[in-house]
């Protein structure tokens, strides 16, 4: 009876309407599936993009001039340990090669295009940790007066201390501290130009002569100590200049 009745309802349905049905029904299959991995591929697309961000992190940071200068950055303790140890003819060549590698670096990122924001605070922050080590150490052996000690590493602490306390004043609360977006780099003056040349100048030169002392030195070393006072001073108030104006010493990035 049940048979009877099923082929009846067969005969009485057009094949076209159960091909129609078969259809529609294969199309919501196929629907639901494509849903289903788009669903699934969605979590993917996100992590990934997720990633570029700490990927472009990265890149800000270890390009070729930024690994240079931070190498010189963890060669500086060294540098001190040769001086307060009197080894200082090795201490010139440490000192040597530390030069050349400020040039280097400068050079690379304008050659390569690769200056980054990490770059203008790790720069002049080496170049910091190293006028910091050698006075202090060249201080400890006693071939650096004690009030140029004073003078210059006081100067270059309160500068440090300043620059990162204007970016931690002036970020986004969301930011991380060397995110490029809406940042600033830090912009040294000519007057502090002319001064780390000629800190590096005085520094060295009390250090060449302690390695290899030449006749008349003193006095020239005497001018240099008077000179490089002069120059730190003008420098430190050329930058609390720029700090009341908020101008000159650091430039905020564009958007």
Known sequence: MFAASFGAIGRAVPRSHWRHTTATM???LRVRHMHTKKQVDEPAATSIKNDRPS??????????????????IVATPYLGHLIMQG?????VGVLAV???????????????DQK???GTFLDPLADKLMVGTLCLSLGYVQLLPLPLVVVIFGRDLLLIGGTLLYRHRTRNASSDFFQTNNAFEVQPT?????????QFTTLGGALLHAASPVPGSDVALQC???GVT???FASGFGYLSAWRNREGMFRHLPK
Do not use: C, H
């Open 224 to 226: 240099l100590f008077a």
């Open 87 to 91: 080894e200082y003819k090795y201490a």
């Open 55 to 72: 990927n472009d992190k990265m890149l800000q940071i270890l390009t070729l001039p930024n690994v240079i200068t931070m190498t010189r």
């Open 98 to 112: 530390a030069s050349i590698s400020d040039w280097l670096d400068g050079y690379l990122a304008r050659k390569l």
């Open 116 to 118: 980054t924001v990490v």
């Open 26 to 28: 294969d199309m919501s």
């Open 230 to 232: 002069v120059s730190t």
């Open 190 to 198: 000519l007057t502090s130009k002319i001064n780390t040349a000629l």
